[in-house]
């Protein structure tokens, strides 16, 4: 028996690294020719590179995209070692996030392996593999795109913490937490959940002393978004209650609104158009088995924090993107494993067509596959190489048209390369102004500040680059 056992625990682990191995793949495949380098990404690589030389160490992170709440400064401290290991190449974080998005395929083996069955574990993690959602946020460098992996990891010592009620795990949980936190405020729907859970769930007596040490670590760790607060007049929590308070940013229809949200979902964890009613109809579905099915403690958690998680954003209409879920990506998948595991009891073929059809749809996901690559960085890097050969100025204003687009993607190479423009928020005139336009744009007489403010009278040169256009401009 024991020599059984141990054959199966090589054929399992064999298993595990071509699962490891095809999703590598699937994240690094033609990487660089598809990597994401642009306005975000430009200012993060800025912004890391300034901590790498100790130029300067933010005490914040990068604003939201809406309302300007900033998140804490996390992100840039984790990921910068990745820039310095690729020598300044801003490829390299975004190298960081796909290893660490191949690391969350065999996390949440061994998590779920641990807290579910072998089975759950194994469906799940073949679904992280190959979910195309997953796979386009592991490559480009983005706070949002490490949400699964630390909101998986940050469950799972909470559930360690309600069931052993140990110090170490409260304050692991603490500590993720807030690191998962300050890489999207989204996390905060995490904290419902988790007090429910721990109302009606707990193991032992409430340990207050446990409690507090968690609490304090947890303010110890996000001290640098405190201490910005502090500084400027609570900038940030003024600017989250403004967001808040913005009742026309709301959905009036509640339910339509949270249908809605679970029709998005299902598009993104299957790479699929599902019709609005089929999608709500398979939600309602599954909120009748969560009350049928026996289930243990952990799964029922996964399930409050999927359907909890779906309320608490229903609530804002604004357009879904992918990263909006990154939170609950990992039980979605964890869920939808269990009842392949539950159904696999009646027929294991039933099994392998979801997880081939899932495998097909996520497939036509797979852009770089067979698209061609549109080279970002090397984009970025020859703009701004232009900007540098014909720049005589030692100031200079740079910014990119239409006043949307960011022009940090070329200005990082420039600050590399010794040849820094002005930063856009100096109020300084100067004798040479560079305009990157995306698109066919007026440069003579355009009222965009920045151009206002330099009052250019003629164009000098021009240059084209890539599909972007170059203006060199004097007064």
């Known amino acids: ?50 901590i790498i030389t100790l130029e300067h160490l933010p005490a914040v992170g990068p604003p939201s995209s809406i309302g300007e709440v900033y998140l804490g400064p996390f992100y840039y401290y984790f990921i910068a070692p990745w820039l310095l290991l690729f020598n300044f190449n801003p490829v390299g974080p975004a190298v960081g996030v796909g290893i660490f998005s191949c690391l969350y395929i065999i996390v949440n083996f061994l998590i779920v392996k641990e807290l579910v069955n072998e089975r759950v574990a194994l469906f799940s993690s073949i679904l992280t593999a190959f979910s195309a959602t997953l796979i386009n946020l592991s490559r480009f460098s983005w706070n949002p795109n490490l949400l699964p992996l630390f909101s998986l990891v940050t469950t799972y010592f909470f559930l360690k913490a309600t069931k052993t009620n140990r110090l170490r795990f409260y304050l692991l949980t603490s500590i993720f937490l807030s690191f998962t936190i300050q890489l999207h405020y989204l996390s905060l729907l995490l904290i419902p959940p988790y007090i429910l859970f721990f109302t009606y769930n707990r193991k032992n007596h409430l340990n207050l002393k446990n409690l507090l040490f968690g609490l304090t670590v947890f303010i110890v760790i996000s001290f640098p978004l405190i201490y910005f607060d502090l500084r400027h007049s609570f900038i940030n ?30 598009s993104y964890l299957f790479n699929l158009k599902i019709p609005l009613l089929i999608s709500s109809i398979l939600f309602i579905l599954s909120v009748i088995s969560f009350f049928l099915l026996k289930k243990s403690r952990e799964v029922i ?49 039933f099994t392998i067509f979801f997880i081939m059809l899932f495998i097909y749809l996520n497939g036509r996901g797979y852009q770089f596959l067979f698209n061609q690559g549109y080279s ?86 021009t240059w084209k ?11």
């Not at 699937?26 to 306005?39: A, H």
């Not at 967001?243 to 509640?254: P, R």
């Not at 100031?395 to 993607?409: G, H, K, M, N, V």
């Not at 190479?413 to 423009?421: A, D, Q, S, V, Y």
């Open 1 to 50: 028996m024991m020599i059984k056992s141990h054959a199966l625990d090589k054929k399992l682990i064999l298993l595990l690294a071509v699962l490891l191995a095809v999703g590598a793949f699937l994240r690094f495949f033609r990487f660089e020719q598809f990597v994401m380098f642009l306005g975000d990404q430009g200012r993060d690589a800025i912004i890391l590179k300034r």
């Open 237 to 266: 929590t003024n600017n989250l209650f403004n967001l808040l308070s913005q009742h026309n940013n709301f959905s009036q229809n509640k339910i339509l609104s949270f249908f809605n949200i679970v029709q998005t979902l299902f």
């Open 301 to 349: 958690l996964f399930f409050i924090l999927i359907y909890l998680y779906l309320l608490g954003i229903s609530f804002y209409k604004e357009l879904k993107s992918a990263h909006y879920f990154g939170v609950i990506y990992p039980f979605c998948f964890i869920v939808m494993a269990y009842y392949l595991d539950q159904i696999k009891k009646v027929k294991i073929i």
């Open 376 to 461: 970002q960085i090397n984009k970025a890097q020859k703009v701004a190489k232009v900007i540098k050969n014909n720049n005589a100025q030692k100031d200079y204003t740079l910014i990119s048209l239409p006043e949307s687009s960011s022009d940090a993607q070329y200005r990082y190479f420039l600050e590399i390369w010794g040849h820094k423009p002005i930063d856009r928020e100096i109020l300084k005139k100067t004798n040479e102004l560079f305009i990157a336009c995306e698109h066919p744009c007026q440069t003579i007489g355009n009222p965009q500040w920045d151009i206002a403010l330099f009052a250019p009278t003629k164009v000098d040169q």
């Open 465 to 475: 680059v890539e599909g972007v256009t170059i203006y060199k401009l004097s007064h």
